[in-house]
């Protein structure tokens, strides 16, 4: 009876410490899947774009990832939302071209709901391309939005 019960507490014993290294090693381990604290270590940043403009061109790139969209009616508020888990600083970048003739007002870049990029068209100046960049996750020096920082070329 003794040896019976030895076994039976060797075996509880083997269950519980097989448990407990089962969901430790989980929990740290970045490639587990869904249970992995791996997304914690990169914060979210919620991204929103912004252009206005009558018929015009717009791209933008977010790190990797470059995309185009064509906004058909006059004087429309073009909008896009996303949200990026940046492994370290990616560069997004904003821009909007059109033709003579069409009208181009601003482009912003807002991250987590702040504006941090801006360029628009003011006074007597009507410039054919606008365009704003910016760096997220942002830097903690930047006080306020940027306004018309310079872009590269595409």
Do not use: H, K
Not at 87 to 109: C, F, K, N
């Amino acid at each position: 009876m003794e040896n019976r019960s030895r076994s039976a507490w060797l075996g509880a014993l083997l269950v519980l410490s097989t448990t407990a290294c089962a969901s430790g090693v989980s929990s740290r381990d970045p490639f587990a899947g869904g249970t992995s604290s791996g997304g914690r270590n990169r914060p979210a940043v919620r991204v929103a774009l912004e252009v206005v403009c009558n018929q015009c061109l717009i791209t933008f790139t977010a790190g990797a990832d470059r995309r185009s969209a064509r906004p058909v009616q006059d004087d429309q508020v073009w909008s896009y939302r996303f949200v990026r888990y940046p492994i370290g600083q990616e560069m997004i970048e904003l821009r909007a071209t059109t033709a003579d003739g069409r009208s181009l007002d601003r482009v912003r870049i807002f991250v987590n709901g702040d504006v941090v990029a801006s360029d628009e068209n003011e006074g007597g100046a009507e410039r054919m391309m606008l365009c704003a960049s910016t760096l997220i996750p942002t830097p903690e020096d930047t006080d306020g939005a940027e306004v018309g920082r310079s872009c590269g070329p595409l």
